[in-house]
């Protein structure tokens, strides 16, 4: 044996040894001695026969090309896409079993893993989901996964009211798709126990969640698999591809970046590493889960007590079980040669279901029982939260303190370590407020001119009196941009060229088009990376920026409050 172990595999014996104690504390069979080599030996999963059959077809929206609906097919485009917040009626035109352009690194499509792999259950919530939309997302798993690891899919229909949900779903799947079954939950439960509730049912080594309106692209499953294999405590998450709402296009949301949140707890990214972009085809590190399409050994899963039962219908989970996942001595990766397209609705069609503020709620319950004093930067921005009812969280506490998970400040300083730079917790004092008069002209202040998203802005007379117009009140925030008091709406220029219009778009935060610096010394407004000055001419009453020009006097402006410090 040992003679083997030297002569055909690279690593050492002390590796070989440290390996087997690693698999010792996992979920998957310890092999016998003997079979180490076959253990550790890696192989080509990719089907090739599958992949060059996907790359013959042809058809609307096939590898992943936009498609569009004729003029006589555009009747139901309407009211199919109310009822989903896609075009659900272009969905009817592609094929179940489209192909999807394989748009992963060069790298990955050499890359082999390991041979013995475990088994898996794919689990898929799904409420209203539109007929095509849902059994896409059940043939490209069928289509695209080794038969041998997977052992079923589980759809799991949250109370659905379209009525083919049920019976035509079942026959459906009974005739075609042998492998996936539908559960039929008797009331509205919420995404979050709808999956508890397939995983429940599940009897694979492995649970991945998916959404119920994505596609599994070319070899998604080995390299979620594999570091779940090499350790239990794991959670991995493809990189998650973009199918285009409209059109069906299929494509890639950017290079791959880690995931974060910010204090209002919307979802946020952060840069990889250094050393993660040296690996561009290797898992890496992750806080923060998106939310719906990941692996997780089952018996991890289970160890972590699933989900908190009392979240309701949507929004929050992905924190829970990421804050979990870390604090409670797992570690959660991305990979990138694991791609999963989804459909970013426009708009979420479905009515509250009666149940007020249930985001606020599951988010509260989550920052009480994870997040230590750090929960207070939420509160500080809704203080609402403080108002809400999280109901009964004991069990929750319970759990936290058995498993003997560490705190949140660990968290923050070891796996989300760069999060305050780009989303401070306490977020320093805007650079200025009020007003901002002309000094060419000082009889003219700079004037939203009640546009909104688009529209160009402007200068008009200053308003006067205690009771100051509204359209002439801007805050220079620290993320330097200059925002409409009160709204969400940013100075932006898009415009290279002289003269460029100032117009107003929703903030993004990452300065580009947004960018302006308030120069106090020269009085200028300066705008974006190639600086250009904010200028006017009061005759035309037009607001625009130019060239800066030491001696231009309406390019000069009054600030009202700078703050100095
Ligand atoms: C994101 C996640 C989603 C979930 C959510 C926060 C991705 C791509 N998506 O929003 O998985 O983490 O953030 O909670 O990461 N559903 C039910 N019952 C309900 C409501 C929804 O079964 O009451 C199903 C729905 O059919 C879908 C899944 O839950 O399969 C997620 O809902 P979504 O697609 O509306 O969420 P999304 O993608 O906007
Ligand atoms: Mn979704």
Redesign the pocket.
Known sequence: VLFRILTNNRLNVVDKVKDIVNRDAGVFPVEEPNQLIALNEKIDWHNYKYINKDKARTGPGEQGRPAYLNTNEQKNYDKLYKVNGFNAALSDKIALDRAVPDIRHEGCKSKKYLKKLPTVSVI??????HWTTLLRTATSVVNRSPSHLLKEVIL?D?CSTKDFSRKPLDDYLAANLTKVRAIHLPE?????R??LAGAREATAEVLI??????EANVNWLPPLLEPIAQDYRTCVCPF?DVVQYETFEYRSQDEGARGAFDWEFY?KRLPLLPEDLKHPTEPFKSPI?????FAISTKFFWELGGYDEGLD??????YELSFKIWQCGGQMYDAPCSRVG????KY?P?PN?GKGDFVGR?YRRVAEVWMDEYAQYLYNRRPHYKNLDTGDISKQKALRKSLNCKPFSWFMKTIAFDLPLKYPPIEPGDFGTGEIRNLGAPELCVDSMRKDRDGVVGIQECAKGTGKKADQNFTLTWHKDLRVRGKTLCFDVSDPNDKADVTLYPCHGSQGNQYWKYNVEKQWFVHGGNPRCLDCDPGKKRLYVTTCDENSKTQKWRFENVNLT
């Open positions: 898929v919530p799904f409420h209203n989901e799991v949250d509205r439960s919420g995404l979050i709808a999956r969640f998916l959404d119920s309106h994505t998650i979802y889960m998106a939310g719906g399409l219908i949507w929004g929050g989970e992905q989804h459909i970013y609705r979420a479905f279901p599951n």
